[in-house]
């Protein structure tokens, strides 16, 4: 099930202004939500994997359990290290690839571009989200889409692109130059992706 709950909360809960969103939810409420904000009972290891699964799902976009639990057990079919190939799965979604070229302010807002077939995929448009963008991929938004005003800023914003990354003159085109490695990838806030594996690896 998608949260639809409020965001600055989760923000809140982590200590991180995890979705970059310019106005800063932990300015004036800096403390964890709830009666006794700063006050937590210690975590048994099952809640350390809970909550190291929440961060990573809001780290990209508020994930469904689903989308994570399909996206682990393709990285669990391949060679190498478990846990890298999760997290580059996650960060070559395409939703998450609009984002890091900074054709869409946030991840949510990325999302939306997709969804609503702003964006193209060598030339045609993919509004799938959880689209796997490989290396090579050529990744552009429409013409309607380079006028809208969140657009804009985001290509404006000081926000810096991940170097695996590369981006035309243009600012409205960029592709996968290469295959994101585990230490690249510029999460938001710490993450265990290990114990989120194994979290994943009991509930499949």
Do not use: W
């Not at 989308?67 to 890298?84: F, M």
């Not at 991840?107 to 490989?134: C, E, P, T, Y």
């Not at 994101?180 to 594996?197: H, Y």
């Amino acid at each position: 099930m998608r949260y639809t709950g409020p965001k600055n909360r989760i923000a809140r809960k982590f200590g991180c202004n995890i979705f970059g969103r310019n106005r800063n939810p932990l300015i004036h409420k800096p403390n964890p939500p709830g009666v006794h904000g700063a006050k937590r009972r210690k975590k048994s290891d099952f809640g350390f994997q809970l909550e190291e699964k929440q961060k990573l799902r809001a780290a990209y976009g508020l994930l469904t359990n689903k989308q994570l639990i399909i996206t682990y057990q393709k990285a669990s079919k391949s060679a190498g290290n478990t846990s890298h190939n999760f997290l580059q799965r996650l960060e070559c979604r395409l939703d998450n690839i609009v984002y890091r070229l900074k054709f869409a302010p946030t991840i949510f807002a990325a999302q939306q571009l997709v969804a609503h077939g702003h964006v193209l995929v060598n030339g045609k448009k993919v509004d799938i989200r959880s689209f796997n963008v490989k290396q090579g991929m050529v990744i552009s938004i429409k013409e309607k889409a380079k006028k809208m005003i969140i657009v804009k800023e985001a290509q404006e914003s000081a926000r810096e692109m991940p170097e695996y990354l590369t981006l035309e003159s243009d600012k409205s085109t960029g592709s996968l130059g290469s295959i994101p490695l585990f230490d690249q990838i510029p999460l938001p806030l710490v993450v265990d992706v290990a114990l989120v594996c194994e979290f994943l690896a009991h509930t499949t």
